[in-house]
Nanobody
Framework: QVQLAESGGGLVQAGGSLRLSCAASGRTFSASAMGWFRQAPGKEREWVAAIGWTGSSTHYADSVKGRFTVSRDNARNTVYLQMNNLKPMDTAVYYC?????????????????WGQGTQVTVSS
């Protein structure tokens, strides 16, 4: 089992930056691909980014490509989402997710573990 806890959300002005962290507990973290999702009010959960178990394979949704960077530190059991040039459309609850496979995925159903989420609000 892997337990996940996100932090780092908050209120930021458009054009600003935030870094989300996801701390994982459990011995299998280093063998788990991780992903970030978000859900805005009234909308479905949306995949944002994914990273393989070594950190060398990363993937991004078109809406965040060039602005967000996903990374991980397996020694610290932590995955990060650096968000730059934030826009009001990025406002959502952001969720960290993990899966029992080493390769990243883009579908929520492919993930086995979920955090509670952290709110990101971008003001115009």
């Amino acid at each position: 089992q892997v337990q996940l806890a996100e932090s780092g959300g908050g209120l930021v002005q458009a054009g600003g930056s935030l870094r989300l962290s996801c701390a994982a507990s459990g011995r299998t973290f280093s063998a788990s691909a991780m992903g970030w999702f978000r859900q805005a009010p009234g909308k479905e959960r949306e995949w944002v980014a994914a990273i393989g178990w070594t950190g060398s394979s990363t993937h991004y949704a078109d809406s965040v490509k060039g602005r967000f960077t996903v990374s991980r530190d397996n020694a610290r059991n932590t995955v990060y989402l650096q968000m730059n040039n934030l826009k009001p459309m990025d406002t959502a609850v952001y969720y960290c997710a993990g899966r029992r496979f080493t390769s990243p995925a883009t579908l929520a159903d492919d993930y086995d573990y979920w955090g509670q989420g952290t709110q990101v609000t971008v003001s115009s």
